[in-house]
Every structure is written in C-alpha cells, then in structure tokens.
Nanobody, 118 residues
Framework: QVQLVESGGGSVQAGGSLRLSCAAS????????MGWYRQAPGNERELVAT???????NYAASVKGRFTISRDNSKNTVYLQMNSLKPEDTAIYYC????????????WGQGTQVTVSS
C-alpha cells in the first residue's frame, strides 16, 4: 500500500505565495507520474500540474506561469510552488502518484485546503 501525505496549505491574500509538499511512503517499488489536482466547492476535480519521473511537466492553462511543480525522487516527494495566487485558486488540493506496489495504481492524498482572499 502507498500513502501520500500533503502539507503546506493555508490562507493567503491575493498575490501571495504558498508551497505544497506531498510525500509518498509505504510499499513503493517505483513512482512514475506525480501531480496535483484541485477541487473547489461545487466544481469537478481538475488537473493542476503533473511531472514525470524524468522531470517532464504539464500544467493547466489557468496556472501556467504562476505555479511550478517539482519533485525529489530520492524522497518520493512532489512540490507545488504557487505564486501570484488569485481568489479563484481557492480549493482543496490533492496529490496523486502513479506508483508500482505490486501493480500500478493511482494513489491520492487526503487533500490540503488553500484559501486565497481578495
């Protein structure tokens, strides 16, 4: 089994920054893609950013140029640096990892709240 633990959420004013972290632990043989999704009240969960094991990244158009995803493979950890935050970035942010633990599966974190006030 694989566990993902997120940290770094909180409240910030518009224009501010936050850094999210997500550490994977458990019976991990390898982790391929890691990433972040978010879900605002009344909305569907949406992709924010992903990063492959080799470092290739993909971003939602709404965050491109403001958010940066990175990872430390030696620590099985993915980060999301969020700058120039806007009120519309307010959501619960979820970490995801496509990991091999006997079979390949997608594993999700419990979510961390990000609130941006105007």
């Amino acid at each position: 089994q694989v566990q993902l633990v997120e940290s770094g959420g909180g409240s910030v004013q518009a224009g501010g920054s936050l850094r999210l972290s997500c550490a994977a632990s458990g019976s991990i043989f390898s982790i391929n893609t890691m990433g972040w999704y978010r879900q605002a009240p009344g909305n569907e969960r949406e992709l924010v950013a992903t990063i492959t094991r080799s470092g290739s990244t993909n971003y939602a158009a709404s965050v491109k140029g403001r958010f940066t995803i990175s990872r430390d493979n030696s620590k099985n950890t993915v980060y999301l640096q969020m700058n120039s935050l806007k009120p519309e970035d307010t959501a619960i942010y979820y970490c995801i990892a496509h990991a091999y633990s006997g079979t390949y599966n997608d594993y999700w974190g419990q979510g961390t709240q990000v609130t941006v006030s105007s």
